[in-house]
């Protein structure tokens, strides 16, 4: 069979490794290009299931600021971000909330993967 | 606040809070942090998307959980942060003593005196007016990054259809983080033939949405009485100047502005600290002293980083040799200067000293591929690619320097096959 | 109209509230009379006024021949007393018109003659010398200036400001956001219809800038028409705070009074003013044709002057008449009084104008009594930049307002803003052209968000309903995200 080659962008840490991952249909046959064993493992994953993660805000009452930055525990399918976005978007909160305190489990019924606070928020003396 | 610190950091953010932490760490008994905004932690704080810490903390964090893990450190250690405080002035007064003029709500004008004192101001950006953008002055036109607080920590949105000149890496986000919160985002315009911003933020931020980048493109006019209505877009040549007869228009209400960022030097200035041009940030020493005695920098008021491991790497050593200095150590001045040789814009520190290891941060004027980087006759360094974008990072060994006995060491960046 | 409220008929409708307006405004509550300004825009002075290049002229440019060289060296003269007791900033920085030639410096001393028969104080010639000596970085090619010392320098906007706080003050009653969309004669007088109302007054005084015929047209006059000329600016980086002491001329031709260096009150530089007509009422636009000509010609007189260095730009329309010189009096329409084609040196003339228009008045019928209560001063609030170490500790201690800094490029406090709402802002620009918050460097990157809060605080309004200035010139839109919990799993608790 055929061998192709797919070229990504690795996005695992700021240097952005170029990838190309050969394959032959769906079996992976070897991923060149990466510096580390992230790019390999990002490669794989990309050309099998590709997911991403992404940080948003939601409202708190009491604190300092309005907006509660949060983040994804593990990445969500990529083609499910702006479902995963607008589901997030239905949160509030109250202060006070500790850094890595859970708002949501299970984002869209994907089991293991929760929203997160990035940051402490004190109630307002 | 007390009368009277070993010493003054002037800002509490990552650079701020690590210079105070080393400084601690260096033997001194008490560090004040000056802050203006009403929380330390500094611009993480807003910027909300992950990717900050995989070189310090060996793991992949958001701006404010990076920015907290020093918060919290600088609370755990008792280090006095005075919130909503600006420095109006500083003096040197005599060898041992610097005076800090903090204005601030609590206490109002009051003189601190100090041993030492480390610049954390981090920098502003570039504005409109730095590139002379023809065309009206519409409510709508306003820089990424203020863009990012009001979304990210404000709870508003900058308006709904955005064009962003310039694909600096704040631009980037903001380009994701508006798409998230639904706004549409009709394309990143960059005057330079490559992205300014890391690679792997084109990729997430703008390619996996869809988010045309448009390279050696500028925006050539704003439309708009009261708000922005559209703008001209056109194609560059080589000197930079847009081709009209190529001009578009694209309808929107917001450009948001992510053309480069400028170190906050002026308070540097006003107390006479020499500054480097091409930086904008002060001319330091390799124990990160600028030419005042007992006035250290770091961070991106020294120059602009891409990446806040670095900051913080930065940050601890200026701190440590600030500390040292509250507590009487005084070193030899440093004995070779380091200077930008072909392809190179900048590096920083600007001396060196044989006596210690050094790390040297520098970035290259263009972009170059493969390539090798040289120090002197003492370092031959093969690179894949540099891209002015991202920041090279060059760590020296002292033993490297044990049979150098030149005054200057030349840094150059050449092809290679 | 509901007959429980009775409607008063006002003595005087302004329309428009530039400077020409305001020092009218001003000059009126000496007495006692119902005035009323109404003015389009959000604030006064946000027109014509706000862009001007801020220039109290000598008055050596122009001849008596025409009513604006008439009227230029009186309005000087009124400025030290306005300046007493209105608290705008005011300065006299001198003047240097500059010869690159010996034709030129022919002409300079055409000028001097000119000026000293208008009563120009102080007029003298410079040599090459004297003038590398005074001004060390304009360019060693020119061959001597005209120095003029009664030149001086103030914020356009600021005046404005000052004229309408003032007469605000003595009773003014003021308009904002009020058109003029019509005028209607009536017997014994007439109505200016706004959006808002229909102003009933003996007299109407047209100052409507740009939009001066069309306010004239309103009551079917049509023996002048507008024909707007457009000025760029640009304004450069504190840094070059200095470069040069005075303002600048190149030596007038016939057709333009050239491109200036103008030393702005606050210190910073600024270069302008293109001219170029325009059809366009609301072309406030900057051009890169523009940009071009302003450095080519500053660049020849003062080389250190770099366009890199730009830190703002901006536009504004000089409101030039098809005469060429300012309209200024009554018109077959009884009550209707224009103030009309008032450019350069319209900003020097205007206390001048506002005093005509006084004698105007009084020759038209309007009785002028003079208002006891009358209070001729401003009290500015404090600059905090600008006080002595000890007063700036006083008012830090006093008032934890100072102790915050909002604007860092240009050290404005907390407090200065409050002030600046508590006396009229309404809007982002009106704030920053009070007190220059939002004005330097990083021209409001910082500094943006707390100035909306603060409007939105003291005006009592949300946030998003705050604007640049006025109008459409909206800033935010509130996030519709969040709050609701539609599915009812809202946020798990600490485990």
């Known amino acids: ?125 | 606040m007390n009368r009277r610190y070993d010493v003054v950091v002037i800002g509490g953010g990552p650079a701020g809070l690590g210079a105070a932490l080393a400084a601690l760490d260096a033997g001194t008994e008490s560090v004040l942090v000056v802050e203006r905004e009403p929380e330390a932690g500094g611009i993480l704080r807003q910027c909300i998307h992950s990717g900050f810490g995989l070189h310090h903390f060996k793991e992949e964090l958001t701006g404010p959980e990076y920015a907290e893990r020093f918060v919290q450190k600088a609370i755990d250690r008792d280090i006095d942060v005075v919130p909503n405080a600006y420095v109006t002035g500083l003096a040197l007064d005599s060898d041992d003593t610097r005076l800090v003029r903090v204005l601030s709500e609590r206490d109002g004008l009051s003189t601190i005196e100090c041993s030492s004192v480390v610049l954390a101001m981090g920098c502003r950006e570039r504005t409109r007016g730095a590139i002379r953008i023809p065309g009206s002055r519409p409510a709508g036109v306003l820089t990424a990054g203020l863009a990012q607080k009001m979304v990210n920590m404000m709870g508003y949105l900058p308006g709904r259809r955005i064009a962003i000149l310039g694909s600096g890496d704040i631009g980037l986000i903001m380009a994701r983080r508006l798409v998230l919160e639904g706004c549409d985002v009709v394309g990143v315009f960059e005057i330079l033939p490559y992205s300014n911003g890391l690679t792997r933020n084109v990729v997430q931020c703008l390619d996996d949405y869809g988010i045309p980048l448009h390279l050696s493109t500028t925006v050539a006019e704003i439309h708009g009485r009261d708000r922005v209505e559209a703008i001209t877009v056109a194609p560059v040549g080589a000197d930079l100047q847009p081709d009209m007869s190529k001009a578009w228009r694209e309808t929107c209400d917001t450009l948001l502005l992510s053309i480069g960022l400028i170190p906050e030097n002026e308070l540097s200035q006003s107390i006479g600290a020499n500054l480097d041009l091409v930086t904008g940030g002060p001319i330091v020493s390799s124990s990160m002293e600028t030419s005042l005695p007992g006035v250290f920098a770091c961070g991106n008021v020294l120059h602009v980083h891409d990446l806040v491991d670095f900051v913080t790497e930065e940050a601890l050593r200026a701190g440590r040799f600030a500390g040292q200095w509250a507590r009487g150590v005084r070193r030899p001045p440093d004995t070779v200067s380091l200077v930008p040789g072909r392809n190179v814009r900048y590096s920083v520190p600007h001396t060196l000293s044989p006596d210690r290891p050094h790390t040297i941060y520098l970035r290259c004027k263009e972009r170059m591929q493969p390539c090798v980087l040289r120090v002197g006759d003492l370092i031959n360094k093969k690179l894949s690619f540099v891209v002015p974008a991202e920041m090279i990072r060059l760590k020296i060994r002292p033993s490297l320097l044990d049979n150098f006995y030149g005054d200057r060491l030349t840094i150059d960046i050449d092809p290679r096959d | 109209m509901c007959a429980a409220v009775e409607r008063r008929m006002y003595d005087v409708a302004i329309i428009g509230g530039g400077v020409v307006g305001c020092a009218i405004a001003r000059e009126l509550s000496r007495f006692a009379l119902r005035t009323v300004l109404l003015e389009k825009d959000a604030e006064v002075g946000f027109g014509t006024s706000k862009t001007n290049s801020g220039i109290i002229h000598p008055g050596h440019h122009s001849s008596n021949e025409t009513l604006k060289g008439r009227l230029v060296v009186p309005g000087n003269a009124l400025f030290d007393q306005l300046h007493d007791e209105l608290g705008f900033a005011f300065r006299r920085i001198g003047e240097l018109t500059v010869a690159r030639d010996k034709d030129e410096f022919g002409k300079l001393e055409e000028m001097k003659a000119l000026g000293e028969s208008k009563g120009v104080p102080g007029l003298e010639m410079w040599d090459r010398d004297k003038l590398n000596r005074e001004e060390p970085n304009l360019s060693r090619s020119l061959v001597g200036a005209l120095h003029a010392p009664s030149a001086g320098v103030i914020n356009p906007y600021e005046f404005a400001f000052a004229l309408i706080e003032n007469a605000q003050a003595n009773g003014l009653e003021l308009r904002v956001d009020a058109p003029a969309l019509d005028v209607d004669l009536r017997d014994d007088h007439l109505e200016v219809r706004t959006p808002q109302e229909s102003v009933p007054a003996r007299f109407v005084i047209n100052c409507a800038g740009v939009f001066a015929d069309r306010v004239a047209n309103m009551v079917g006059l049509d023996d002048f028409a507008i024909h707007p000329r457009k000025g760029e600016e640009y304004l450069l980086d504190k840094r070059l705070r200095g470069v040069v002491r005075r303002l600048i001329f190149p030596v007038p031709t016939a057709v333009t009074k050239g491109i200036l260096i103008i030393p702005t009150y606050d210190g910073t530089l600024m270069v302008g003013p293109t001219a170029e007509d325009t059809d366009d009422r609301y072309d406030v636009t900057t051009t890169r044709e523009g940009a071009e000509k302003v450095f080519e010609s500053v660049r020849k007189i003062c080389p250190p002057i770099d366009e890199r260095a730009t830190i703002a730009e901006f536009a504004g329309l000089r409101a030039a008449s098809t005469s060429g010189d300012f309209i200024i009096g009554p018109t077959s329409v009884r009550g209707f009084i224009n103030v009309a084609g008032i450019q350069s040196p319209g900003l020097t003339a205007s206390p001048a104008i506002a005093r005509m228009v006084l004698d105007i008045l009084r020759d038209e019928g309007l009785s002028l009594v003079e208002n006891p209560d009358f209070d001729p001063t401003n009290e500015p609030p404090p600059r905090f930049e600008q006080q002595s170490v000890e007063r700036r500790e006083e008012l830090a201690s006093s008032d934890p307002g100072f102790g915050r800094m909002v604007c860092r490029c240009e050290t404005v406090t907390e407090a200065e803003i409050s002030f600046a709402i508590d006396r009229g802002a309404r809007t982002l620009d009106g704030v920053k052209f009070r007190n220059r918050a939002g004005m330097g460097r990083c021209q409001g990157g910082f500094c943006t968000p707390r100035i909306m809060e603060m409007l939105a605080e003291k005006l009592d309004i949300p946030l998003h309903e705050v604007t640049k200035r006025g109008g459409g010139s909206w800033l935010v839109i509130p996030m519709e995200s969040g709050g609701s919990n539609a599915e009812g799993d809202g946020p798990c608790s600490d485990e």
């Open chain 1, 1 to 125: 069979m055929a061998t192709e080659t797919t070229s990504y962008t690795c996005i695992s840490c700021p240097i952005g490794c170029p990838l190309q991952l050969e394959h032959e249909v769906d079996t992976i046959r070897e991923v060149a290009g990466n510096n580390c064993d992230r790019g390999a493992k990002y490669a794989r994953q990309e050309f099998t299931d590709p997911r991403r993660s992404f940080s948003t805000t939601i409202p708190i009452a009491g604190a300092l600021h309005r907006r509660l930055p949060v983040r994804l525990s593990e990445p969500v399918p990529k083609d499910r971000i702006l479902e995963a976005a607008q589901r997030i978007h239905l949160l509030s909160a109250e202060a006070p909330i500790r850094c890595g305190e859970v708002l949501l489990r299970d984002l869209l019924s994907i089991d293991g993967i929760d929203v997160v606070a990035c940051r402490t928020m004190l109630p307002l003396e």
